[in-house]
């Protein structure tokens, strides 16, 4: 078994570097953990029996795997009293019009006693080995969240027994014969471009599905579970979203391989119709760039998430006041606190804490926000005439992957790219804006020198530990 004490924390991995927590060669370990499989099931008995046998079969001891089904409406209810499986299964029902998938996975999460969370379609048969590959990545770290891959085939000529020897014999030609019915050529484009995900960017959420994932009990906890929205094609994608806010590391799994039972939602005739019904949800809750305009359209169907948590000292004078002239600015794009930061999870894309007055014009937090996004930064310093410190801007993901437990600093210049940029570029008025509020003590800073030789020795660490790194194989390089 991997020993713990070798274990690597959150607050070491820079970005979302996950090739860092491979196992050394040569290692062995000891499977331990409690494992949930959660599975939400709209579908006939045939379909969940097809996948309940390829878990009967895993690598993965049975003895700590224990499944919920999340019945979602079944016409006739799922009656798994007649399968033959290793584990416990159990069978929890809601009676839901339309779609309900992610009411379905909340529900089956809230019956989970296990301390990992590997969330499973009902139609979606995956290979021998898909739980153990997504558990030992949990020896390593605690923040990640492994997620499988998954070819689109027709399995109605394959028999039960012809899949039972198939999934035992990892016969991946057997699949193969089936002939494929879909793709997700778009995910392995971004996989090609990103080193599987190891290099850091800020929509990477976007290629996690809810197909099949693992994620702690703790973690899924703190970002608040599935959310029940009621629309295709958006609640993994909102999920996925919190998790990297979180500072989860996101990490494409190809030991996890799948096999879906048929074509894929997001397809064919369907794609348009899906994407006009989420594009309101998606405007709300995810607060960047292709998902939101320059501010959050009118009349949202759900609460809209902030571009910024902006922290107001309650020393500054007329902390009241600033706190309603940010809010008349921009709205929803932001979310006003009067008081110290803390180390909670907020769904906020960034956060800044201010200890003086400023002049907070309309559009200031979309313009912040499109700096840290187009320039893939963690923190961004803004600085004003005569290059004087204004503002301390740092990504949630960064504060919360850097956290250790203890009170937050929400402070982050070691694990993302630290940046400056002039006042103008963000709509802040230079010759109307107060000295720096610096997010890690609310400190004031009296010179540019001193942000910008933080600046420099972060950027001269990070190019050390890069040029210590080994190159990753070719076969994380390139595209598929």
């Known amino acids: 078994m991997l020993d713990r004490a070798g274990a690597i924390p959150r607050h070491q991995v820079p970005g979302n570097e996950w090739g860092r927590l491979r196992p050394p060669p040569g290692a062995t ?13 709209r579908a006939t ?25 999340a019945d979602d409406s079944s016409a006739p209810p799922l009656d798994v009293s007649e399968f033959d499986v290793p584990f416990t299964v159990t069978v929890l029902r809601q009676d839901v019009d339309g779609f309900a998938a992610g009411r379905a996975r909340a529900l089956a999460a809230s019956a989970a006693a296990g301390e990992v969370l590997v969330f499973l379609d009902v139609d979606v048969v995956p290979s021998r080995s898909v739980v153990e590959s997504y ?44 002939g494929r019915v879909d793709d997700q050529h778009w995910r392995e484009r971004t996989f090609g471009e990103t080193a599987d995900l190891q290099h ?45 806010n979180n500072g989860a590391l996101l990490i494409p799994d190809r030991g996890a391989l799948h096999w879906h ?3 894929r939602t997001m397809s064919g005739d369907r794609v348009a119709a899906i994407r006009q019904g989420r594009a309101p949800f998606a405007d709300a809750l995810l607060p960047i760039g292709r998902f939101r ?25 007329g902390a009241d006041v600033l706190a309603d002239q940010i809010r008349l600015a921009d709205g929803a794009d932001v979310e006003v606190r009067i008081g110290l930061p803390d180390d909670s999870f907020v769904t906020a894309f960034a956060q800044v804490a201010l200890a003086a007055p400023i002049n907070w014009q309309p559009g200031v937090a979309a313009a912040i926000t499109r700096q840290l996004v187009e320039r893939n930064l963690g923190t961004l310093l803004i600085v004003g005439a005569a290059a004087t410190p204004v503002l301390e801007v740092v990504r949630t993901r960064a504060i919360r992957a850097e956290r250790r437990g203890d009170a937050s600093t929400l402070i982050s210049r070691k694990l993302f790219p630290v940046g ?3 006042a103008s570029k963000v709509r802040l008025v230079p010759e109307k804006i107060g000295p720096l509020a610096s997010l890690s003590s609310l400190v004031r800073v009296q010179s540019i020198r001193q942000c910008l030789n933080g600046v420099v020795a972060v950027l001269r660490e990070r190019l050390q530990l890069a040029q210590r790194r080994p190159r990753p194989p070719e076969s994380e390089r390139s595209t598929s």
Do not use: K, N
């Open 200 to 244: 850091e960017s800020s929509d990477m959420f976007r290629t996690l599905v809810g197909a099949s994932l693992a994620v702690s009990a703790e973690q899924y906890a703190s970002v608040g579970g599935f959310c029940d929205l009621g629309v295709r094609g958006i609640e993994d994608i909102e999920f996925g979203y919190r998790l990297q």
């Open 293 to 317: 305009g320059a501010r959050p359209a009118a009349g949202s169907p759900v609460p809209v998430v902030p571009r910024l948590l902006v922290h107001v000292d309650p020393g500054v004078v």
């Open 261 to 263: 039972q048929g074509g």
């Open 29 to 41: 370990w000891t499977p331990h953990r409690r494992v949930s499989v959660c599975i939400p099931a």
């Open 45 to 69: 008995d045939q379909t969940l029996r097809r996948t309940l046998s390829a878990l009967a079969l895993q690598t993965y001891p049975a003895d700590l795997i224990e499944v919920i089904v």
């Open 135 to 178: 558990l030992r990545w949990f020896e390593r770290c605690d923040a990640v969240v492994p997620f499988g891959f998954l070819s689109f085939v027709d399995m109605s000529g394959m028999s039960e027994a012809e899949l039972e020897v198939a999934i035992r014999d990892h016969d991946l030609a057997a699949f193969d014969q089936l």
């Open 420 to 422: 400056v940029a002039d």
